[in-house]
């Protein structure tokens, strides 16, 4: 049974610093891997998305690599700003046979002080 | 593209009472899926359709839940006899099964929820 996990649950960290989310999941046979924010008692926004034969994904100051061997992903946020505070959730396709639900960690709450 | 819609945004209901919830796809997205959220955790999944077909539910849709998708377009969510423990933010999506310029195959993208509160 494929399992998400995402440390730390909580990251507070001051403005302009460069940080790092972390995802791992149990089973490698993954279709793709996509990561959220999750504004409080909002929906999820999709930030990038991670076919299984790629290796990083860059969309302005984030970048997502995937290590689809060792089961891990990682959310580079480069210069966090205040507005990057939020909910962070990472999810995986199991596989393209399986209808294309997904499964999610728990997510890391971040917090960027000014 | 006017995103996935949701509604009611906020729902408060006494147990035993039943609600429905309905979601709106973004246009030409012919999957859809509801995922159900409590707080402090990530979305889990409960079901989704391909067009109207419902092709997958999960152990966590109980016989109180059900859910249609009617002509393929909007779907609701009806829940029977609610109990304190439906309590919970649940989430549509909707993704698209064909390669649309601008989009990332099979991707992914959630409505604003609809938040329930059982009490």
């Known amino acids: 049974k494929q399992e998400v996990t995402q440390i730390p649950a909580a990251l507070s960290v001051p403005e302009g610093e460069n940080l790092v989310l972390n995802c791992s999941f149990t089973?490698?046979?993954?279709?793709?891997l996509q990561w959220f924010r999750q504004d409080p008692g909002k929906g999820l926004t999709s930030l990038l998305l991670?076919?299984?034969?790629?290796r990083e994904q860059t969309s302005g100051r984030l970048n997502a690599s995937l290590d689809k061997s060792s089961g891990r992903s990682t959310l580079y946020i480069a210069a966090s700003q205040p507005g990057d505070s939020a909910t962070y959730l990472c999810?995986?396709?199991?596989?393209?046979?399986?209808?294309?639900?997904?499964?999610f960690g728990q997510g890391t709450e971040l917090s960027v002080k000014p | 593209d006017t995103g996935v819609s949701q509604d009611p945004r906020h729902k408060i209901t006494k147990r035993g009472q039943n609600v429905t919830f309905r979601c709106d796809p973004i246009?030409?997205?012919?999957?859809l899926y509801w995922y159900r959220q409590t707080l402090g955790q990530g979305p889990e999944f409960l079901t989704y359709?391909?067009?109207?077909?419902?092709?997958?539910k999960s152990r966590l849709l109980s016989d109180r839940f059900s859910a249609e998708r009617p002509k393929g377009s909007f779907s609701t969510l009806e829940i029977q006899r609610t109990e304190q423990g439906d309590s919970a933010m649940y989430l549509c999506?909707?993704?698209?099964?064909?390669?649309?310029?601008?989009?990332?195959?099979?991707?992914?993208?959630f409505g604003p929820g609809t938040r329930l509160t059982v009490t």
């Open positions: 999506a909707s993704s698209p099964f064909r390669l649309i310029p601008g989009r990332s195959l099979y991707e992914q993208y």
């Open positions: 089973d490698s046979a993954i279709y793709n």
């Open positions: 991670i076919q299984s034969s790629q």
């Open positions: 999810a995986v396709r199991p596989g393209l046979e399986q209808g294309g639900k997904l499964i």
């Open positions: 246009s030409e997205h012919n999957r």
């Open positions: 359709f391909q067009n109207e077909a419902q092709l997958e």
